[in-house]
Every structure is written in structure tokens, then in C-alpha cells.
């Protein structure tokens, strides 16, 4: 009689898991059919929005179904993050994160979700460059200057960031960490009045993304003294890196993909992913993301997954040394 029922519940067993596998096999082959929400953590028109943008015209070409952007901003990024692990994994659902995913884990004290366990990696999209950039009033003439002055002068002088744990306060803490420099960090709600006080003079430098600073470097309205990746861009070519300024490994990147919920069928995984490579291959789209300073990338889902897991172990060091910690 155990060995009948065995039998049954194993039977049905088999049908439930037969049944799910063709339902989500189903899914893939009819996926998408139906607009697509990619979330943004970051405010309209900001750098990272710009190329989510780009990127999502092309992929909607290449699905055939819309991709709608939806900014979530808030929290550094946190609040879209959040939204999307709550939301079902079929799909229809996406973010296109930044490297806030591996950084927020060590600087706020609790985040609602786990970087490595809640999110779907489908691709590496983009990186950028952070860029060295001073106003044109302070007196130091390279960055080797600038660090000898804020040495010289500890309390002084000070540099801005869109806000207190961004990658662009991270990155200049790291940096003035590095070179024993003693600057205030000044916090900002955004690199929009980060950038007004740094033109004003009320702070004398800050690091922020390339695409965001090409305008005033080409204009000449801010100095750009260096450049954070491990090597020169084409954007830039006369900017040295600060890595080949001060002989040393100083790198620090931001950096774009997509990701979905934990659970994202691996077939809807793929499609999505495929999308997103035919989009970084497109020439139009490489001139548009090249004028921005942007990198394309691109790679596999099982690429990006190795990434992100070597950058969450790369940002915890950065962070801890930056001894930056938010409730």
C-alpha cells in the first residue's frame, strides 16, 4: 500500500514538474509580448539615464516590444533595487543598475536586498571613467599640485559628490585616502548642485563620470586633471589617468548592466541578453555612447554574474578604508 501511494505521489509529482517546465518553456518562446519596464534608481536626464535610453530604443527593436524606462530614484539607487526583488520574475520586470548594487551593501547599514542572491544578471552594458575635476580659480596646475596644496593646507580645501556614499564620494575618498590628504567631503543632493558650487568656487575639485563632465571640460569652465581608469580615453586623450600620474593601481569605474528578479526564466534570460549585445554592436549606438565617454561592453549573463561578484569584493575594501558607513 506505501509503495501504491509512493508511486501516486511521485506520479503526480512528475506531472506538477512536467507541467511547470512546459509552462515556462511556454513563457520563453512567447516572451516578450508585451511592453517591458526597465527601472532606473537615478533621476531623468542624469548620465545614467541618458544611456539606459540609448541602449532601451535599440533593444526594443531588437524584442520587438517597447522598453519603457521608469525612474525610481532614491537612496543612491536603493529604492529601485528594492521595487525590482519584489516584483515577478517573468520578465517583464527589469533594472538597469549601476555599480550602486556592489557599493550600497557596504556603506548602508542595512539594505532590503542581498546583491549576489536577489537579482537575475542578464548584462554588462557600459563603463565609464571618473574624472579629476577642479575649478579653474584653484591654484595648482596638475594633479600632482593639487594633492602637494591640500597636504600642505590640511581642513581647507574641500570636494563635492552628488552625495554622501555615491561612487563619486567613495571614489574621492579613496583617492585622498591614498595620498594622505585631509579635504571635507561635501554632500549634495545630486551632481547638478555639486557641479554649481564646484563652478562657484565653494569647493575647489570633485570626481564625477566622464559623460557628465565632457561639457565643462570642453567649454574650459572646469580643469580636468586626471582620469580614473587603468587606461586613457579616446574622449580625452590628453588627460592622463591617475593611476599613470602617481605610478600606481588607482582605478575606479562606473559601471551599467541589467538585471532582473531572482528567478527569471534562463531562456528569458538569454533573449534579453542577445537584445542587449545586437544593441552594443550597433555603430549608431557606439558613436552615441563614444561622444558620452561611455564604453560598450557587453558579454554573457554567467560574465556579468563573475563581475558583479568581484566588484562587491573590490568596493567592500575601497569602502572600509573610506571608513563611509550610513544608517
Known amino acids: 500500500m506505501k509503495r501504491f501511494y509512493s508511486s501516486i505521489v511521485s506520479a503526480a509529482l ?15 518562446q512567447t516572451y516578450p509580448n508585451k511592453p517591458i519596464r526597465l527601472i532606473l534608481g537615478f533621476p531623468p536626464a542624469g548620465p545614467t539615464d541618458v544611456v539606459a535610453r540609448i541602449l532601451a530604443d535599440k533593444m526594443t527593436q531588437a524584442l520587438g516590444q517597447q522598453i519603457v524606462v521608469e525612474n525610481r530614484p532614491g537612496a543612491g539607487g536603493n529604492l529601485a533595487a528594492e521595487f525590482l526583488v519584489r516584483a515577478p520574475a517573468d520578465g517583464y520586470t527589469l533594472m538597469y543598475n549601476t555599480s550602486s548594487i556592489v557599493i550600497a551593501p557596504w556603506v548602508y547599514q542595512k539594505v532590503n536586498y542581498d546583491t549576489l542572491h536577489d537579482f537575475a544578471p542578464i548584462g554588462l552594458t557600459a563603463e ?5 575635476l ?8 596638475d594633479a600632482q599640485t593639487l594633492v602637494s596644496e591640500v597636504k600642505a593646507h590640511p581642513g581647507k580645501y574641500s570636494y563635492g559628490s552628488s552625495g554622501t556614499g555615491a561612487i563619486e ?4 575618498a579613496y583617492f585622498a585616502n591614498q595620498h594622505g590628504m585631509n579635504a571635507v567631503h561635501i554632500p549634495y543632493k ?9 563652478l562657484g568656487g565653494r569647493t575647489q575639485y570633485m570626481m564625477t563620470t566622464l559623460n557628465t563632465a565632457m561639457p565643462y571640460i ?8 586626471g582620469i580614473t581608469s587603468k587606461r586613457r580615453t579616446d574622449v580625452l586623450p590628453d588627460v592622463p589617468t591617475i593611476a599613470e600620474i602617481f605610478n600606481d593601481q588607482f582605478v575606479s569605474t562606473a559601471w551599467q548592466g541589467i538585471v532582473g528578479p531572482a528567478g527569471v526564466p534562463a531562456e528569458v534570460i538569454d533573449k534579453v541578453n542577445k537584445a542587449i549585445n545586437v544593441a552594443l554592436k550597433d555603430p549608431a549606438v557606439i558613436e552615441q555612447l563614444r561622444k558620452q565617454g561611455v564604453t560598450p561592453l557587453g558579454g554573457s549573463p554567467q560574465q556579468y554574474a563573475s563581475h558583479i561578484r568581484s566588484e562587491l569584493d573590490n568596493w567592500r575594501k575601497v569602502v572600509a578604508t573610506a571608513g563611509v558607513k550610513l544608517d
Open 128 to 132: 565609464m571613467p571618473l574624472v579629476l
Open 190 to 198: 545630486g551632481t547638478a548642485p555639486a557641479l554649481i558650487d564646484l
Open 169 to 172: 564620494h567613495l571614489t574621492g
Open 14 to 28: 512528475l506531472v506538477c514538474v512536467s507541467a511547470l517546465s512546459v509552462a515556462s518553456l511556454a513563457h520563453a
Open 218 to 225: 570642453a567649454d574650459g569652465s572646469l580643469k580636468a586633471y
Open 134 to 141: 577642479v575649478n579653474t580659480w584653484f591654484p595648482a596646475k
